[in-house]
């Protein structure tokens, strides 16, 4: 699969970034929901893509889940993310997205949101960088600003991370900190 291009209309879009607001299913895993034999949830998580967040929380930038499902694992990723605003179980997406952009005094345009289905169109059109992922269906992808190359669960929140951080100018720096000279 390959993503959109970035073009200098992209980069200034990541460039004004402030918040980013992911779902979870079909963004942050892979969308398969497996069960147990004990009805308890196993979901996965992409390693990179939990690196990708801690490096926009480095740089001040909030991030936040919100998702329509309720899930022990999605907890339990968050805390071990340090993400502090979760929201589960959530019917109206946008509602919750524009109260969090009030209580973070944060504006649209500053926010960005990746989705991967219909049900995340409206918060796509509350951003000012709405980011698809690249196996999400057409209908979504046609919508966003920019589509990801990397699927859900497989690395597609750290392109999106990348993205801001270069547009930004954090890049480099954050790149020292991992090489020797």
Known sequence: MSGTAITPEIRQRAKNIRLVVLDVDGVLTDGRIIYTDAGEEIKCFHVRDGHGIRMLQQVGIEVALIT????????????????????????????????????????????????????????????????????????????????????GGRGAVREMAELILKAQGRWEDLLRQYVTS
Not at 107 to 127: C, I, K, R
């Open 68 to 151: 329509g499902r309720h899930s022990q694992a999605v907890a339990q990723r968050a805390q071990n993310l340090q993400i502090v605003h979760v929201f589960q179980g959530v019917r109206e997406k946008v509602a919750v997205l524009q109260a969090l952009q009030t209580e973070l005094g944060i504006s649209p345009t500053a926010t960005a949101v990746v989705g991967d289905d219909l049900v995340d169109l409206g918060m796509m059109q509350q951003a000012g960088l709405a980011v698809a992922v690249a196996d999400a269906p057409p209908e979504v992808r046609d919508r966003a600003h920019w589509v990801t190359c990397q699927p």
